[in-house]
């Protein structure tokens, strides 16, 4: 079926310093992914919309230079926590949809990667 | 814009028995679908179930089926059998039908398996 995968699945960075998450679909092509922050017992949100081509879409209140996102190809996202500070530790998660003919419209989701800002 | 409710945080069930969890959603969309995910403590999203709007026939998956109730617009899942490693967080979500179209969650709820 559909895979998607995420690295790293933890990464602990230093306050200040810059962190990248990859997101990748393994075996079909997503001109769209979506990327969510989840606190503790508590649901996903979306943070972006990312765009093979084009600009990410982002959520109200989601600071568009902290959380820069770039859709590299139809296989590849990628979010970097700029200049990161301790409350931007969280588990955050990517997310995309299968256009294929057979998906049953379903999303697929990556590992998520636990962000720890020391 | 869509919204999902799930109003209930946590339930409980008693393995081998039988739970329902509650979910309602609003939307002026013909065309969307319907999903319930389960969230071990792994944090992956599982995907349990999935309901076409158009289709009036209710999902069924192993012991997992789903009470797709179009015109009140109550989407509830089902877990006969329950066991132990049900214990999860549930997540009901919706999806229009667009191909890129994001998933819209409810709050999630979490359901513990007694022994």
């Known amino acids: 079926g559909a895979v998607v995968s995420q690295h790293p699945s933890r990464v602990i960075c230093k306050s200040g310093t810059s962190v990248k998450i990859e997101c990748r679909s393994l075996?079909?092509?997503?001109?769209?992914m979506f990327w969510y922050r989840q606190f503790p017992k508590k649901s996903l949100m979306l943070m972006a919309t990312?765009?093979?081509?084009?600009?990410?879409?982002?959520e109200q209140g989601v600071e568009k230079d902290k959380f820069l996102i770039n859709h590299a190809s139809l296989t590849l996202s990628t979010l970097t926590v700029t200049s990161a500070h301790p409350e931007d530790s969280s588990f955050y998660i990517c997310?995309?949809?299968?256009?294929?003919?057979?998906?049953?419209?379903?999303?697929?989701f990556g590992e998520g990667s636990w962000l720890t800002v020391v | 814009a869509q919204t999902v409710t799930q109003s209930q945080p946590e339930m409980s069930v008693q393995e081998a028995e039988t739970v329902t969890l509650s979910c309602t959603y609003d939307?002026?969309?013909?065309?969307?679908?319907l999903f319930w995910y389960k969230q071990p403590p792994s944090r992956q999203m599982i995907l349990v179930i999935r309901?076409?709007?158009?289709?009036?026939q209710n999902a069924t998956e192993n012991r997992f089926s789903v009470n797709f109730q179009k015109a009140a617009k109550s989407f509830s899942l089902k877990i006969s059998d329950s066991q132990l490693g049900d214990a999860a967080m549930y997540f009901c979500?919706?999806?229009?039908?667009?191909?890129?179209?994001?998933?819209?969650f409810g709050k999630g709820i979490t359901l513990s398996v007694r022994p």
């Open positions: 997310s995309a949809p299968n256009p294929g003919r057979n998906s049953g419209n379903t999303i697929y």
């Open positions: 075996d079909f092509q997503a001109t769209t």
């Open positions: 990312s765009n093979e081509g084009s600009k990410a879409t982002y």
């Open positions: 939307t002026s969309e013909s065309d969307y679908y």
């Open positions: 309901q076409e709007a158009y289709k009036q």
């Open positions: 979500a919706y999806r229009s039908g667009g191909a890129n179209s994001k998933l819209t």
